[in-house]
């Protein structure tokens, strides 16, 4: 029998990118009309490294939102950088209000110039983490490597075994050496992913992309829109994670890493890197589901399984699809005049939320949500933030009276 309606316990995204400013309000509820929550990614321009930013991001991001009374609850995380310390991590941690810290390797992806040089030397901050229950979401890609990258080209590792240098060198390690450390790797693409995750100690899992389940990297070749990181890959590896992604193996769930660039960025010379994927997430992974005849299995994928691994409730409320022929955009707005491509634009799907259900869950009256402690900042983390921005504003004068001292020396002795 043919299913045409699907009504799901609301799914949470487990990697978004927002941006800020009037991109994030742009694409924003996208995300709030089909997800209870979503895990934000901190690579900002300047990257959120510490508590006082990831408070003042969730701010912004709630300053944004369309109604008060909408149920949709942004789950913060911080990028680690070289500097970042064990105390660092403490302190976040007792503000009770970061789920997940981001390790990017340097220069991996977008806004990655901050991200970490040198991975074995964060040893302590991933004992700490693992100390503390903080999780570790990983980019997980090598651009170096003197074992595996090619001699010919100083040991750079080509875009396309990036992940599984990666696994190999630092992955392995990682997992290893910190027994307890909660892992995710992010968007995996390949076939040595799935194997890894299949096969780790418990507390290792996986985020799925739409698009690494839809497109590959004959896309990717053709056009600017399928430009991403980690990029495409060739059909065997998208089978693996298809299978991977409807097995129901509860270490595998979604992540849409639905990353916006507006299209006079993506098309250029060296676009940028990233799909957006919010307007249609639920629908394109449907599509996926339905390929592979697991429908399902969508459910436990979309909703369950990513809360269950961050130690969430699962969400309360529903989701319904239905089987509905629509043309996905080939534009949307972007804030200030630009516009963003989504991923598939211009393609039918035979998957769509029913808005119904949708706008129910925005505008009802959510108490719940107004007690919900983790949506504000706790006692303990207003203090920090107070304690450090009185500091922040001390250094920012003595620096300022430095400076205006140095000015008059020098126009002095000039
Ligand atoms: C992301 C972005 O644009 O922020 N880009 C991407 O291609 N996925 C960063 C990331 O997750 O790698
Ligand atoms: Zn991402």
Known sequence: MVLNQLTITRPDDFHLHLRNGASLKAVLPFTMK???????????????????????????????????????????????????????????????????????????????????????????????????GLILCIHGETLVSEEFGDVTRNGQVGQLRRESVFIKETLSWIVETFPTLKVVLEHITTGEAVDFVINAREGVSATITAHHLLATLDDALGSHHYKCMPVLKEENHRQVLLAAATSGNPR????????????????TACGCAGCFTALHAIELYATAFEEMGAIDNLEGFLSHFGADFYGL??????????????IIPTEVPFGEGEVLVPFWGGKTLSWKVDWKSCLFLMFTKHSKMKNNQNLYPHKGCRFLILKNSIKYYFYQYIYRIIIVKLSIHIFWSM
């Open 34 to 132: 089909q997800f209870g929550r979503a895990l934000i990614m901190p690579n900002l321009s300047p990257p959120v490294t510490n508590i006082i930013e990831v408070w003042a991001y969730h701010r912004e991001i709630m300053d944004a939102f369309i109604s008060e009374e909408v149920i949709f609850q942004p789950l913060m995380t911080i990028y680690l950088t070289d500097s970042t310390t064990p105390k660092d991590i403490e302190e976040v941690k007792r503000s009770g209000f970061v789920l997940a810290t981001k390790l990017y390797p340097v220069n991996a992806t977008t806004n990655s110039a901050h991200g970490v040089t040198d991975i074995k030397k964060l040893a302590p901050v991933f004992e700490k983490m693992a100390e503390v």
């Open 252 to 267: 595998f769930f979604a992540g849409t890493d639905s990353a916006p660039h507006a299209k006079s960025k993506k098309e």
């Open 313 to 326: 409730e699962r969400n309360q409320k529903t989701l319904t699809i239905k089987r509905e022929e629509w």
